[in-house]
């Protein structure tokens, strides 16, 4: 199969390596024509030490690339799928399968990637979510993973599910888009929050209740917005959660640290030199809640911290002295 691979960060790069490993003919598509040279001419994405790519790739920073492709994989930042999806409508055929691995909500529009993608290419072609626990630098090393393939669309969402699966890539498929992609949007939120602990000091049980109840109030927007709940405990939902609360490969993690320990939010975003989803994500999560009159408590705490400068220590002791409830007494996996 001919693939285009839009998005040459350590995601993009990482899965157009499986795809070509698994013997597809892959092009790593770059936004900036520096990036594409310097990984033609070295083979090595900074962001993947030690790792060499295939020779098979091939580089470009033109987005004509797609033109004759089966499948195309978007894997921009979240703030770049619009205009490169836009990019590329008019090359595409309604047999070209849209791939989506970007993770995070439009600001402004708070759509999801998915509903993204089918706008700006005209609704022509299916877009499936590939999602789950996979951080780039482990799959670029051929580190066991599983992820999932989420499309309405089953016979979409199982041809991608055939194009990446092999032994150490193994793919699930599943019908809930809406509920993968809104696992994956505020696992990055909660994670900055974890991370904002640890960076305080504080240790695993304050990590443990945030991702516990972060998962809780994530299904209860999912669940709102058309998800199904058992996708919360899935690789998107719980899986990502976990690895993303939990690994110093995780961009939004290791922010959430440096601003814990009093980092200005901004320069805490530069420092980690790879895009911090959860930082945009957070703004659009608290207005899809609103809009569906859903109480997120850890993303409108995550929300004062990032953009209104509250100090985290004032705000996790007044997310503890919140109202005491039931533990089940909403909505819950
Ligand atoms: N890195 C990882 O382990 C994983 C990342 N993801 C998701 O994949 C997406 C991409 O993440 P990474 O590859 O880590 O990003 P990255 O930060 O490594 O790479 C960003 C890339 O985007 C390009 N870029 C910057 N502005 C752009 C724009 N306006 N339009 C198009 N491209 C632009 C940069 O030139 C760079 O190549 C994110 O949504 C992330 O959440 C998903 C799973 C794993
Ligand atoms: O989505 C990811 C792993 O599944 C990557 O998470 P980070 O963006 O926090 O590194």
């Given at each position: 199969m001919k693939i285009a691979v839009l998005g040459s960060g350590g995601w993009g790069t990482a899965l157009a390596m499986l795809l070509a490993?698994?013997?597809?003919?892959?092009?790593?598509?770059?936004?900036?024509?520096?990036?594409?040279?310097?990984?033609?001419?070295?083979?090595?994405?900074?962001?993947?030490?030690?790792?060499?790519?295939?020779?098979?790739?091939?580089?470009?920073?033109?987005?004509?690339?797609?033109?004759?492709?089966?499948?195309?994989?978007?894997?921009?930042?979240?703030?770049?799928?619009r205009s490169t999806a836009?990019?590329?409508?008019?090359?595409?055929?309604?047999?070209?399968?849209?791939?989506?691995?970007?993770?995070?909500?439009?600001?402004?529009?708070?759509?999801?990637?998915?509903?993204?993608?089918?706008?700006?290419?005209?609704?022509?072609?299916?877009?499936?979510?590939?999602?789950?626990?996979?951080?780039?630098?482990?799959?670029a090393r051929r580190v066991p993973t599983a992820v999932v393939s989420a499309c309405p669309d089953q016979a979409a969402a199982e041809t991608v599910q055939d194009l990446f699966l092999n032994d150490r890539f193994r793919v699930y498929s599943s019908s809930d888009v809406v509920g993968v992609e809104l696992g994956a949007a505020l696992k990055n939120v909660m994670a900055l929050c974890t991370g904002c602990c640890t960076g305080m000091g504080y240790g695993d049980n304050t990590k443990a209740m945030l991702m516990t109840r972060g998962l809780a109030e994530t299904a209860r927007l999912g669940v709102a917005l058309?998800?199904?709940?058992?996708?919360?405990?899935?690789?998107?939902?719980?899986?990502d959660l976990i690895v993303t609360c939990t690994s110093m490969n995780s961009r939004n993690y290791r922010a959430g640290i440096l601003i814990g320990q009093g980092m200005p939010v901004q320069q805490a975003i530069q420092e980690i030199g790879a895009v911090v989803e959860g930082y945009y994500a957070v703004d659009s999560a608290r207005e899809l809640a609103k809009r569906a009159g859903v109480e997120m408590p850890i993303t409108q705490a995550a929300y004062q911290v990032l953009y209104e400068g509250r100090d985290p220590k004032t705000v996790l002791q007044e997310l503890m002295r919140r109202e005491k409830r039931h533990e089940m007494e909403e909505t819950w996996i």
């Open positions: 490993e698994n013997g597809h003919t892959v092009t790593l598509w770059s936004y900036l024509e520096e990036e594409s040279r310097r990984l033609q001419q070295t083979r090595e994405n900074p962001l993947l030490p030690g790792v060499t790519l295939p020779e098979s790739l091939s580089y470009t920073w033109d987005l004509s690339c797609v033109r004759g492709c089966g499948v195309v994989v978007m894997a921009t930042p979240s703030f770049g799928v836009e990019g590329i409508r008019g090359m595409l055929t309604p047999e070209t399968i849209l791939v989506s691995v970007s993770k995070g909500i439009e600001k402004g529009s708070s759509l999801r990637m998915t509903e993204i993608i089918r706008q700006a290419t005209g609704d022509l072609c299916p877009v499936v979510a590939l999602s789950g626990p996979s951080h780039a630098e482990e799959v058309g998800g199904r709940r058992e996708t919360f405990a899935g690789l998107a939902g719980m899986g």
